[in-house]
């Protein structure tokens, strides 16, 4: 008898399971919230918010870099559990609703992250650890592309030399690639024009950028009028590694990095810096809450940076011409 009452408790506890476990699955597909620009999101102020909290930004997971297609209904994500494999996230607006997180196809038996459109939007960037060539044990990490086919994602192409050990790919609209290096005793940040279909020697950015620590994960405007970035080397620090900004003069220098304040900063690493593709939001990650999460802020926290930054020679208005 008592047998039977455990199997009969035991079959409702897994019946329960499997109930929640189904419920979970559909809650993306039924949560009124998911309809709508940024997840349908309240959008935040000027104090940074976690971004999509419990959908997104989890208790149990870590996240990072964020990635919005340019009509703003493709979204993608970095995740993964702590000590566990990266994966790129992907989620689609579909008829008014978006689809709950699953892996991106370029994601899967190795790790990956930082994944960023190309302009045209035929190309994603991102970073794997997957072996050069053909299968097997995980080697160093390096920049992959896809491109795109159809409605889905080709097979992942390395980009290889001169890019070894790169990461962290963002992009002008003239598609002049920004990225970071990793040097002998630090790691700095380097941009390569693209021309005649193909990428140039990489140049690094003035000491106005790079210091002699480490510079890494830069976001550049699509006009390349500012860029974003982490460091440790500028000295005057919330904590541990912040976000910095440059704005670009009109004789093509940048402005001294600046410190983007405790509006932005906290104590612990704030990192992996973009901008919504409208420019209305500023999105990065931080670590200030003991693990990784995504944060957003109303974007005019950089306008107010710029009009603090402005100089008699004035600021860049427009694009330089990378191939001439």
């Known amino acids: 008898m008592n047998v039977r009452k455990n199997m009969t408790v035991l079959f409702v506890l897994v ?19 998911l309809k709508g620009d ?38 993608y994500f970095t995740q993964w559990p702590q000590d566990g494999d990266w994966d790129v996230m992907y989620m689609k607006q579909e008829n008014g609703r978006w ?64 890019f070894e050990g790169g990461f962290y790919t963002t992009f002008t609209k003239d598609r002049v690639m920004y990225y970071t290096a990793i040097n002998a005793e630090n790691t700095d940040l380097y941009l390569s024009k693209y021309c005649n279909g193909k990428f140039g020697k990489p140049e690094r950015l003035g000491d106005n950028v790079n210091t002699g620590k480490d510079e890494y994960n830069s976001f550049i405007a699509p006009d390349e009028s500012y860029l974003i970035f982490t460091s440790d080397g500028w000295g005057n620090s919330y904590g541990e590694d912040d976000l910095y900004i440059c704005f670009r003069r009109e004789d093509g220098t940048w402005t001294k990095a600046r410190n983007m304040g405790p509006g932005v900063n906290s104590s612990a690493r704030d990192y992996c810096p973009s901008v919504s593709p409208d420019g209305k939001y500023f999105f990065f990650s931080s670590r200030r809450g003991g693990k990784e999460d995504i944060f957003w802020v109303d974007a005019k ?24």
């Open 15 to 33: 019946v329960f399971v499997f109930s929640a476990s189904v419920q979970d699955i559909h809650a993306y597909a039924k949560n009124p919230k």
């Open 38 to 75: 940024y997840l349908g999101q309240k959008k935040p102020g000027l104090k940074p918010e976690i971004f999509a909290p419990g959908i997104i930004s989890t208790s149990e997971l870590n996240e990072r870099d964020v990635s919005f297609s340019s009509d703003g209904k493709e979204f």
């Open 99 to 162: 689809t709950e997180p699953c892996r991106a196809s370029f994601s899967g038996d190795y790790n990956e992250a930082e994944a960023f459109f190309t302009p045209d939007e035929k190309q994603i960037f991102f970073i794997s650890n997957r072996p050069k060539e053909g299968d097997g044990n995980p080697e160093t990490w390096e920049i992959w592309f896809v491109e795109r086919e159809g409605k889905e994602w080709g097979t992942p192409r390395i980009l290889g030399s001169p």
């Open 301 to 324: 926290i950089i306008e107010n940076l710029k009009k603090e930054s402005s100089l008699p020679g004035g600021l860049s208005k427009t694009t330089i011409n990378r191939c001439s």
